[in-house]
């Protein structure tokens, strides 16, 4: 994968270690970030920069798939640094990602909060504190799905909705890499769905992951799980066959 890096950073949750893969596009012009991690990653998103001998303060831009805390958390401590960094997202992400609506992940967790046992009422309350102290950001550019960024050859907006409205996916033709955001995750060795739970419409979510069959996809960098290139055509057709 010429110019596409992987940025693996490790995030503490109680116990368990979580690794997430926010990715670098990079031409002769443009650095971009492909989502910026959780609210404390700015540090390290640096060292991981450091490693591949790159520096957030070379960034242009910074492309957000879906409003979900680990995905634009740094977003607004990124922009403060940098304000030079431009931030896109889809038009359906955009009034969430500067703050003009209330995150739909805090809608959903408000949402179950009566429903859940009482031993788990206490964690969902701080997990709806947590969600509503992402900080939000002033301005987005909105970029169309369906368009064809001019960036690194090339890069393809696609709707992938259903984990959220306006989750999108990332493809970059020349080098048959998809960029799924949330749309596909790796568990264990295996492609699949992101948790159902997590899933605002699961309708969108199985159209969206039909209609990757369309691409031509070698290499896929799930943010949960890193790279997926074994028989990428062959798992989505598994993968589609399940929903029947
Ligand atoms: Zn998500």
Redesign the pocket.
Known sequence: MNNIFMLPITFHLDKTEIMIYPTILKDDNELIMIDCGYPDSVPKLENAMHKIELSLNQLTKIIIT?H?H??MGALREIKQRYPAVEILCSKEEAPYITGQRKSL?LQQAEAIQDTLPESEKEYGKQFQNFLASVQKVDEVTVIKTGDILPFCGGIEVIDTKG??PGHISLYIEKEKVLIS??ALVVEGEKLCM?MPQ?VLNMQDAQDSIRKLQNYDIEKIIC?HGGLYKSDVKGSLKEIIESFK
């Open positions: 879906h979900d680990d995905h992940r984990h959220m955001g949330d992101a997590y943010y």
